[in-house]
């Protein structure tokens, strides 16, 4: 009779590092499985004590799976769709996506190309030349990533305060966006070096041969090669004006020009007692970027593992 082999301490690391994993990826999937859940529940039975997790039980059963009482009232509150002539037949007239999601797609669009853009060419300039002081501005801009937003609220309140007051024409948007691209460049400046020291300069010293300009060799070699990392950036850049809430609540003085984090906070305090209204506007506001990540995750951490390693 052939004698068992005992675990080796390799599998049993394998083991435990894989519970670990699993333990992790149940606490945080827990709350969004229960937000999703609760956002189809009905009002009586978000209210309910005891709680339960599914609305699936009746006087004689504990579950019973032909009994569930979903209900989409929740999402029908926040959408508000009314019957239209237009191509839907339909028009959503919740203030939530009829208003703030307008304003923040805004902003992290236009913020998302400025700052791909602009660190694009900082991350080019940092990669492929030799500078004096470039050590220097590189451990500055590194420095910089590392101070909150939090620690400057006050500071550009005030600072919008008193442009509002002068005499030269103020935008709140416009100022919201470079606030955004001042405070998000510096961290996406290194990755994008990173990224352009992973592409090897033979490949633009080839193009020169040939006959290319620098210009040239940058825009039909250099820029196509490096445009994986460019996309992380502006996918990065996008989902973190998308989630912040607290420059886009103060330093906007409209409620009408407020991003969608301030309309779900807003939102928050005229439902709080509609758990189910809640938990779908928090639904329906993070799914598109867990659309965007889904569609694009392969891109995305292959370009940030890439510029992570060479930077």
């Not at 420095?143 to 103020?170: C, D, E, H, W």
């Not at 825009?219 to 445009?227: D, G, L």
């Amino acid at each position: 009779m052939a004698k068992l082999r005992s675990p080796s301490r390799k599998t049993w690391g394998s083991l435990l590092v894989n519970g670990i994993m699993i333990v992790i990826l149940v606490v945080v999937l827990a709350p969004i499985v229960l937000t999703v859940i609760i956002s189809f529940k009905d009002q009586q039975d978000t209210i309910r004590k005891p709680p339960v997790l599914f609305p699936c039980d009746t006087e004689t059963d504990g579950f019973d799976l032909d009994a569930c009482r979903w209900a989409v009232e929740g999402y029908e509150r926040v959408l508000a769709p009314k019957p239209s002539e237009g191509l839907l037949g339909f028009k959503l007239t919740g203030k939530l996506f009829r208003l703030y999601v307008p304003n923040t797609l805004l902003y992290a669009t236009a913020t998302a190309f400025g700052v791909t853009l602009l660190a694009g060419m900082s991350g080019f300039g940092f990669s492929r030349y030799r500078f004096p002081g470039r050590g220097l501005l590189l451990a500055a801009i590194l420095a910089i990533t590392g101070v909150p937003l939090l620690t400057n609220i006050l500071a550009l309140y005030q600072m919008g305060v008193v442009l509002r007051k002068s005499p030269f024409p103020f935008n709140d948007r416009v100022f919201l966006i470079v606030v955004y691209l001042g405070f998000f460049l510096p961290l996406s400046v290194w990755i994008a070096k990173g990224f352009f020291d992973t592409i090897p300069r033979d490949l633009e010293e080839a193009a020169l041969i040939d006959g290319a300009s620098a210009l040239g060799a940058l825009r039909h070699v250099t820029m196509p090669a490096a445009m994986p990392g460019l996309a992380a950036i502006f996918l990065l850049t996008f989902v973190n004006v998308w989630n912040e809430f607290l420059a886009g609540y103060l330093l906007v003085s409209k409620n009408e020009l407020k991003p969608v984090m301030f309309g779900l906070y807003d939102f928050l305090s005229a439902n709080i007692i509609n758990l189910q209204v809640i938990a779908a506007a928090c639904v329906l506001i993070a799914l598109p970027m867990v659309v965007v990540f889904l569609v694009a995750r392969k891109s995305f951490l292959s370009a940030m593992v890439e510029g992570a390693v060479k930077g």
